[in-house]
């Protein structure tokens, strides 16, 4: 069986995504993968470190073409809701065209948007959300969600500005943090609105004990991969969202 080949563009100091998306699809019972990444520059998380990191995105783009990848994952969810509403769009577009110049584009996705369409595939519409930024950081998250139409029923930050710390964030506070949340009338809880931020152990616990669809980053991006490879997106132990084979 020959993986696909999946192309990752990550923060240099991150070391969750490489592992959890990974042990996500090792789960799927029909298809093998590799990973393949290239790493941009970042070890704060702020609006100065994050404009610096997307600065690097066409040279990481261009190493990744050269893997020949399927289909390719801009993993930095916070690096796009920062610059605005519909970044995530733009720049989707942008690294499609970057890639297109070598021959036909893989597909291309990104966190934030992988991110918005779980919580459209759950038809969720009212969410509570745990993100570790500082505080202003995580009301320009809130912000981007609620532009695509979503209601932030309430929210926390863990503010945590060093993004090697960010992976090294216990489950047990990211829970306490959520169990802090008013989530009555929610949708569904977005754990881990980070992709540094571990979240794996988590979610199914969660859903267990708050009786809604649970999902984060990582299990939205491997959602989105899923889809993007046309490929049956159900996968055991990772919650509602990839339950199903929505």
């Known amino acids: ?96 065209e970057q890639l297109a110049k070598a021959g036909p584009p893989p597909a291309v996705l990104s966190s934030a948007g992988a991110l918005v369409d779980g919580l459209r595939a759950l ?32 929210w926390a930050a863990l503010e945590v500005g060093d993004n090697a710390e960010v992976g090294c964030i216990p489950g047990e506070r990211v829970l306490g943090a959520a169990r802090g949340l008013d989530l009555a009338g929610a949708d569904a809880l977005v754990i881990s609105a980070c992709v540094q931020m571990p979240s794996l152990e988590l979610v199914e616990p969660a859903e267990a004990e708050f009786g809604i669809p649970v999902l984060s980053a990582a299990t939205a991006g491997a959602h989105a991969l899923l889809r993007a490879l046309s490929l049956p997106t159900a996968l055991p132990g990772a919650g509602r969202l990839l339950a199903a084979g929505r």
């Open 123 to 154: 038809g969720a519409r009212r969410i509570g959300l745990v993100t570790p930024y500082l505080r202003p950081l995580a009301e320009q998250v809130v912000g981007y969600l609620e532009a695509e139409g979503l209601a932030v029923l309430d």
């Open 1 to 96: 069986m020959t993986p696909h080949r999946i192309g990752l563009v990550v923060p240099s100091s991150n070391v969750t995504v490489e592992t959890e998306v990974p042990a996500l699809l090792a789960r799927h019972a029909g298809a093998r993968f590799s990973f393949h990444s290239s790493r941009m520059r970042m070890h704060t998380v702020s609006p100065e470190g994050l404009r610096a990191m997307n600065d690097q995105r066409e040279r990481c783009v261009d190493e990744i073409t050269d893997a020949g990848v399927d289909v390719l994952l801009y993993a930095c969810l916070v690096a796009l809701m920062a610059q605005g509403p519909g970044e995530h769009r733009r720049t989707e577009r942008a690294v499609t």
